[in-house]
């Protein structure tokens, strides 16, 4: 029976044969690969937030090799970004859980670093491959992949070159001029907030960038209301409800002591983002449970594979023995080399919790991109399950605490770098890429990145010292405290067991529960600004005899690539100390009406610039 979709068909025939993972591709992909991985360590351990490399790396390669070399086929480019994509990806996951050795004492070697980075960016990497044809082709419809789809739109554009390029090379030029007049030179505030005291210190904020207003584009209203809702639950409703019960017989049973001397971002941090975290844990489970046929499939899909010999190019992967021969070398690797200081029983769990959250990043990744992947929600489950057993066996010494790490490392790095192969994969498949090509790629950038995660690292700690004000590296900080709280036996579980309960209530009356809790866990300035494109995707959709969106998804492709790259490009100038000889004012207090509406007039011209490209979709 006919479902009345179109069939997918990519850019490129899978009966063309185009260059792809040629030695100039991998050099400049692996280039590119350390000086994002580079940028994105600073950013991780300064403000906990990295900034995807995907859409700039697919850029910059097209500009390199098209432009200044005029060489190079846009599967050659698309190889160059799926290199170095996996630089900032690795960078995350390193950064977001092994400074917690720091912070307790358990100094990491940097053979241990290189060690734990390959071997588990390289698992990550193995258990996507059976979930690729699910995850990017059988479900096209349903999952939009927005930076991957970005991505594509970006490198077919500057493939057919002329006009088609226009709206990209456009948002492009309007996105980067807006982060270097608001971030770069400080003429107006990059978010809006308001905190209402009398209601118990509930607060509305977002970030007005072109960034969020692309992806929030590109995912649509549906994703991004969702999104919405969680941030609204958690800072609008949940901040105030523990204001006032603070201190009470009900605060009491939640654990919460009397916090009217705390603000709302300190009430979030310590309370609310506990109820988020036990959201997310129980939003990936709804999604497990789910993904269940995709799984079934993803296995049956190896067996197959192992049988036919004759399958197209653009659905050829790394053949079965590799992935399932190298996952059990990684497992043995992580049971009998001292480095990883893993027992038999934190072995098992590492690789249990990396199988399980990999197929979860996926369908994160799908529905809102890696940049808004709770990468350390998923690390924090992990983390609590490991250090619960090993509490429970009575491992509550430094080996317990370093093990427990450990496992939230593996977990944290392979699920970065699977959510970053997704996307890539997602644009590989709407290129009409070979998908072994892309995986064998993502394998060399691990490889590279591992090799000089050490070293950026201790640079970094040399230089401001991790953990001090001018890097606080907020996610390992956090790591650090769940472990200790978990072996001294201190640990919100009703907060966690709220947020559970509130997924699993979003999951019975149909909303999406995992977007919900992404909502409920990030602050709300990055859930609510999202709502502004969805907005605008929903009456372009809706309007009569409009179809999918073209130029317009293009012009909000362009805003997400050049928010992307001048937010590296300045944050490349915070690294070398630059950054204060381009500010040529201090933005004044966020909560005066100046400032307030220094920062909404020119998101209000933004959203009209993407109305404009909206208008010219009318048939």
């Not at 999202?530 to 929903?538: D, E, P, Y």
Request: proline fraction near 6%; glycine fraction near 12%.
């Amino acid at each position: 029976m006919s479902t009345g979709r179109a069939p997918f068909r990519p850019y490129v025939p899978s009966s063309a044969r185009v260059r792809e993972l040629t030695p100039l591709a991998i050099v400049l992909g692996v280039s590119l690969s350390l000086v994002f991985g580079m940028v994105n360590a600073y950013l991780a351990l300064k403000v906990g937030l990295t900034v995807s490399a995907s859409i700039p790396s697919a850029v910059l390669s097209m500009t390199v090799l098209r432009i200044l070399l005029r060489r190079g086929t846009i599967l050659e480019n698309n190889a160059v970004h799926t290199i170095a994509s996996s630089g900032e990806s690795l960078a995350a996951g390193i950064i977001f859980t092994i400074p917690a050795l720091i912070f307790l004492d358990l100094e990491p070697s940097s053979t241990t670093i290189a060690l734990v980075g390959g071997a588990a960016g390289v698992l990550g990497v193995l258990m996507m491959v059976p979930l690729r044809r699910s995850l990017t082709v059988d479900e096209h419809e349903t999952l939009p992949f927005p930076e991957g789809t970005a991505c594509a739109q970006i490198l077919i554009a500057g493939d057919k070159g002329g006009t088609t390029a226009r709206p990209v090379l456009l948002g492009i030029a309007v996105a980067a001029t807006y982060q270097l007049a608001m971030r770069g030179l400080g003429l107006w505030r990059h978010t809006v907030s308001i905190t209402a005291t009398h209601l118990h210190k509930a607060t509305f904020g977002a970030e007005l960038s072109p960034l969020f207003l692309g992806v929030g584009f590109l995912v649509g209203p549906r994703i991004a209301t969702t999104m919405l809702v969680g941030g609204l639950l958690g800072w609008a409703i949940l901040i105030p409800a523990f204001d006032t019960i603070g201190g009470s017989a009900l605060g009491a049973v939640f654990g919460i002591p009397d916090v009217t001397a705390h603000g709302p971002s300190e009430i979030w941090s310590n309370y609310v983002r506990y109820v988020g975290a036990g959201a997310v844990t129980a939003g990936g489970l709804a999604a497990i449970v789910r993904a269940f046929p995709i799984m079934v499939a993803a296995i049956r899909r190896l067996r197959m594979t192992s049988r036919v010999t004759a399958v197209e190019r653009t659905d050829l992967d790394l053949p079965p023995q590799i992935v399932i021969g190298g996952t059990v070398l990684i497992a043995l690797g992580l049971w009998g080399i001292p480095s990883f200081q893993l027992s038999l029983l934190p072995t098992i769990l590492a690789i249990a919790f990396t199988g399980f959250f990999v197929v979860v990043s996926g369908r994160i990744v799908g529905l809102v991109g890696t940049t808004a992947q709770p990468v350390s929600g998923m690390t924090i489950t992990a983390l609590l399950a490991t250090s619960l057993c090993l509490a429970m066996l009575g491992e509550r010494g430094p080996s317990g605490i370093a093990s427990s790490i450990m496992v939230g490392a593996v977990v944290c790095i392979a699920i970065a770098l699977a959510g970053d192969m997704a996307q890539d994969l997602k644009t590989g498949a709407l290129l009409g890429a070979t998908p072994r090509s892309q995986q064998v790629g993502e394998l060399i950038g691990v490889v590279a990145a591992s090799l000089r995660a050490s070293a950026v690292l201790f640079l970094l700690h040399s230089a401001y010292t991790i953990g001090s004000p001018a890097l606080p590296a907020p996610q390992a900080q956090l790591m650090a405290t769940l472990v200790t709280g978990v072996m001294e036996g201190e640990l919100p579980w009703a907060l966690m067991a709220l947020g559970a309960a509130l997924a699993l209530i979003a999951e019975a009356v149909g909303v999406v529960s995992l977007a919900f809790a992404i909502g409920l866990y990030l602050p709300i300035t990055t859930s609510a600004p999202l709502i502004f494109g969805g907005l605008l995707r929903a009456y372009f959709t809706r309007r009569p005899g409009v179809g999918e969106p073209s130029t317009s998804l293009l012009f909000a492709s362009g805003l997400v690539a050049g928010d992307a790259l001048m937010g590296i490009g300045l944050a490349g100038l915070v690294v070398a100390g630059w950054a204060d000889l381009l500010k040529v004012r201090v933005p004044g207090p966020p909560g005066t009406p100046a400032e307030v509406i220094a920062t909404i007039v020119p998101f209000g011209l933004l959203m009209l610039a993407l109305t404009y490209w909206i208008r010219r979709d009318r048939p």
